[in-house]
């Protein structure tokens, strides 16, 4: 899966172990920094350089800027929270999400196959990872019912955090939608 991102690299670009002591060192710098990095708040073109031209040996943090300022929509007691618990409990476990990725979908074919059948509403970032790198044809063809598929412009992954005023207006409009057909 994340071989579509570094085509011809490894599975997870998170060497066992190296990943962890980089982030478990600092989790509210690190989390500052992921979370500024992947947001519609970061310069255009930082998530296409840090999936197409990874810091070397796991040390993902290298390549993302410390923020002058925190944005807009993340406040220090956020940030704060969020530190706590990763401080708790480390970064291991979000990691192997990514490091099982391919053994996932190869020891569990069926996962994916179900398909969504309630109507459905899909709300991204157009700075998404997974939207810019991604397609949204397979999940369009999975989701027989989904009504709509909106990208918030200048919204990266953070979508209900960054934009939570369009997203509840998205929600809302699709409820009202559903309601009446």
Aim: hydrophobic residues 35%.
């Amino acid at each position: 899966m994340l071989r579509q991102f570094v085509p011809g690299g490894p599975a997870s670009p998170y060497p066992l172990g190296v990943t962890e002591a980089e982030l478990d060192a600092d989790p509210r710098r690190s989390m500052r920094r992921f979370l500024y990095a992947l947001s519609g708040d970061a310069p255009p073109d930082l998530v296409p350089r840090l999936f197409k031209d990874p810091a070397p040996a796991g040390r993902v943090l290298d390549s993302m800027p410390e923020p002058e300022k925190l944005p807009g929509w993340l406040g220090e007691q956020d940030l704060d929270e969020y530190a706590r618990a990763y401080a708790r409990t480390g970064f291991q476990g979000p990691l192997g999400v990514y490091r099982n990725q391919d053994r996932d979908w190869h020891e569990h074919p069926e996962i994916g196959t179900a398909g969504v059948r309630q109507p459905a509403l899909f709300v991204g970032g157009r700075r998404d990872p997974a939207v810019l790198f991604g397609k949204l044809e397979p999940m369009e063809a999975a989701v027989p019912n989904l009504r709509r598929i909106v990208l918030l412009p200048n919204c990266g992954h953070w979508t209900q955090q960054e934009r939570p005023g369009d997203v509840n207006d998205e929600l809302l409009d699709f409820l009202r939608r559903e309601q009446g057909s």
